[in-house]
T-cell receptor
Framework: QQQVKQSPQSLIVQKGGISIINCAYE??????FPWYQQFPGKGPALLIA?????SEKKEGRFTISFNKSAKQFSLHIMDSQPGDSATYFC????????????FGTGTRLQVTL | DSGVTQTPKHLITATGQRVTLRCSPR?????VYWYQQSLDQGLQFLIQ???????AKGNILERFSAQQFPDLHSELNLSSLELGDSALYFC???????????FGPGTRLTVL
């Protein structure tokens, strides 16, 4: 059962553009939503995270928008750069006793010059 | 660099064999998680340990086992290996439940 659905599977954006990746979840018990960035041959690196009581969180060029009623959240990368080319994973977590991460399927982002 | 270390970086072995993957968490982190990343299954949670005790299990095969030692490092043991076990295996650590998880560089396992 895919508890976190992520789209698109791949994304090509021009340098300076906005990259948008969307995720939707089913389990309303999830209470923490991190995003990870993964470069080829590397482990996932924590990028930014949000809790459902906040509708938006911004860190530098990265912004998470969260819609609790729709059970959806998205990552916006402003002024996308070639160095942002990587695979992005959204994740969801139930903090507390079962704190495993449930990951989306990933989005491969390519930022072109 | 997340501060989580994993060894070995690469492992090539044959079907039916047994291997051990090692993980050292970040200094101060008590919780260790193991994840498997494959092309068809994505990133899947395997098992979690907290301060030496098993806390949660995911889709971990019976052929796989893990433990966390008193010094908090963890080992993932994979036995009777099959071709389908070829994947990247990541270890992550966090201070406590619900804390941010930081991933290691992974071990790439190839079963021939």
């Amino acid at each position: 059962q895919q508890q976190v659905k992520q789209s698109p599977q791949s994304l090509i954006v021009q340098k300076g553009g906005i990259s948008i990746i969307n995720c939707a979840y089913e389990n309303t018990a999830f209470d923490y939503f991190p995003w990870y960035q993964q470069f080829p041959g590397k482990g996932p690196a924590l990028l930014i995270a949000i809790r459902p009581d906040v509708s938006e969180k911004k860190e530098g060029r990265f912004t998470i928008s969260f819609n609790k009623s729709a059970k959806q959240f998205s990552l916006h990368i402003m002024d996308s750069q070639p160095g942002d080319s990587a695979t992005y994973f959204c994740a969801a977590q139930i903090t507390g006793t079962a704190s495993k991460l449930t990951f989306g399927t990933g989005t491969r982002l390519q930022v072109t010059l | 660099d997340s501060g989580v270390t994993q060894t070995p970086k690469h492992l090539i072995t044959a079907t039916g064999q047994r291997v051990t993957l090692r993980c050292s968490p970040r200094s101060g982190d008590l919780s260790v998680y193991w994840y498997q990343q494959s092309l068809d299954q994505g990133l899947q949670f395997l098992i979690q340990y907290y301060n030496g005790e098993e806390r949660a299990k995911g889709n971990i095969l019976e052929r796989f086992s893990a433990q966390q030692f008193p010094d908090l490092h963890s080992e993932l043991n994979l036995s009777s290996l099959e071709l389908g076990d070829s994947a990247l295996y990541f270890c992550a650590s966090s201070v406590a439940f619900g804390s941010l998880q930081f991933f290691g560089p992974g071990t790439r396992l190839t079963v021939l």
